[in-house]
């Protein structure tokens, strides 16, 4: 479907990208993949004792849920989809200081999880986001929401990527610090993207409040 997309350049160009019907339909893909990836890393991430797992699937269940936002707000005005794009941006954050405190948690309990677990379910999750990057491409310039909406499918797959050397590491040393290192690592991209797309919005509020 990207294949037909191509990259819009403007104010206007970016309206009618935002109601483009190829777009909305990228958006239910993408709402679909991220909520059964959720199921599936969730369960993944319990019984194998992965933070990084369990990190991912949280990640995958804000996706969800920010593909929503996005389909309820594709029409509306620049002001609108701009505080959509806010609140994105708090569910990334809220998602890094999420982590982290999975992260101090297992720095206590010092228990390796099963690497073997975590390296299909994340090579598994790497394709599911690898899949929706493609399609989502061609939108990776709109407004404030678009990139919000990128940026989380990028994260994801930076993500996927370091969950499976994470699965190689627990694998290799038989200790907790891979799979630690990794979900310090997923925390900081969250942190980094939500801060990135609060900025991007509030500089659309700012413009359509003029």
């Known amino acids: 479907m990207s294949a037909h997309c191509q990259h819009h350049h403007g104010a206007h160009a ?20 991220n909520a059964a990836m959720f199921a599936l ?19 995958f269940l804000g996706d969800a849920a920010n593909y929503g936002l996005s389909l309820w707000v594709l029409s509306m005005a620049l002001a609108w989809r701009a505080r959509a794009a806010l609140l994105k941006g708090a569910s990334m954050l809220g998602f890094g200081v999420f982590v982290i405190g999975r992260v101090l948690w297992g720095l206590w309990q010092a228990i390796p999880p099963e690497p073997f677990t975590m390296g299909s379910v ?5 394709a599911a986001n690898l ?24 994260n994801d797959a930076l993500g ?36 990135s797309v609060i900025r991007d919005a509030r500089k659309e509020l700012a413009s359509s409040a003029a």
């Open 41 to 59: 890393e969730l369960g993944a991430g319990l019984r194998s004792g992965s933070a990084a797992l369990l990190g991912d699937a949280i990640d």
């Open 122 to 126: 994340g090579l598994l999750a790497l």
């Open 14 to 33: 970016h309206a009618s990208a935002t109601v483009d019907p190829r777009y909305r339909r990228i958006l239910w893909i993408a709402l679909i993949v």
């Open 160 to 195: 996927n990527l370091a969950v499976l050397g994470a699965a190689l590491g627990v694998l290799g040393t038989g200790t907790a610090w891979p799979d630690l290192v990794v979900a310090a690592i997923m925390a900081g991209l969250a942190i980094s993207g939500g801060a």
């Open 131 to 154: 899949g929706v990057a493609v399609l989502l491409y061609a939108w990776r310039e709109g407004d404030a929401n678009m990139r919000g909406v990128w940026l989380c499918t990028r």
